[in-house]
């Protein structure tokens, strides 16, 4: 199985801010990785797939990359709406899908 | 649009037994995969199983094998989740999602149906 760890677990920032959060696989999933942004009581949505491709719809503030074992996903300018936690999945290799444990985004 | 809806959660005391289904709609059901993924309160995700579009394929986290068996009808648009002898930890909120074009990407979800273990 491959474990995806997220970093930081909280990342507090203020709207205007740029935020980088960090997924790291325990072994290479070349560039099958996937964000995925979450809001209390919402399921999650897709951001990102392909680890750098942006999913219909979404902001072009939101920004992935990486390939192998390390990834990035940046938010070049928080808006009120993006405060919400952040999960990373790889699908290079599954059964089963994993995700990591999430990067939660709050307000400073 | 795709529309994936759960139901069959509930309250249910540790040993029994419980079944999910997920009712889909604005897509060609027959034509795709389906997933379950819960989330603990409070907590991340995780997946839980995989049912291929015609059945041939069937797939189940390690945390529940043995205790779960995931099955569909395509001529009611439907995906069910029979849970057997359910624990504590395994109360979550369940959701079923569905891939997009690439295998293993979840671009569409329900909204969960939440699942709680308890005596």
């Known amino acids: 199985e491959i474990v995806m760890t997220q970093s930081p677990a909280t990342l507090s920032a203020s709207p205007g801010e740029r935020a980088t959060l960090s997924c790291r696989a325990s072994?290479?999933?070349?560039?099958?990785l996937a964000w995925y942004q979450q809001k209390p009581g919402q399921a999650p949505r897709l951001l990102i797939y392909g680890a750098s491709t942006r999913a219909t719809g979404i902001p072009a503030r939101f920004s992935g990359s990486g390939s192998g074992t390390e990834f990035t996903l940046t938010i070049s300018s928080l808006q009120s709406e993006d405060f919400a936690v952040y999960f990373c999945q790889q699908y290079n290799h599954w059964p089963p899908l994993t995700f990591g444990g999430g990067t939660k985004v709050e307000i400073k | 649009q795709v529309q994936l809806v759960e139901s069959g959660g509930g309250v249910v005391q540790p040993g029994g037994s419980l079944r999910l289904s997920c009712a889909a709609s604005?897509?060609?059901?027959?034509?795709?995969?389906l997933h379950w993924v819960r989330q603990a309160p409070g907590k991340g995700l995780e997946w839980v199983a995989f049912i291929s579009y015609d059945e041939r394929s069937k797939y189940y986290t390690d945390s529940m094998k043995g205790r779960l068996t995931v099955s569909r009808d395509n001529s009611k648009n439907t995906m069910y989740l029979q849970m057997d002898s359910l624990k504590a930890d395994d109360t979550a909120l369940y959701f079923c999602?569905?891939?997009?074009?690439?295998?293993?990407?979840?671009?569409?979800w329900g909204q969960g149906i939440p699942v709680t273990v308890s005596s």
């Open positions: 072994q290479s999933v070349s560039d099958n």
């Open positions: 604005g897509f060609n059901f027959r034509y795709y995969g």
């Open positions: 999602a569905r891939r997009g074009e690439i295998f293993g990407l979840l671009n569409y």
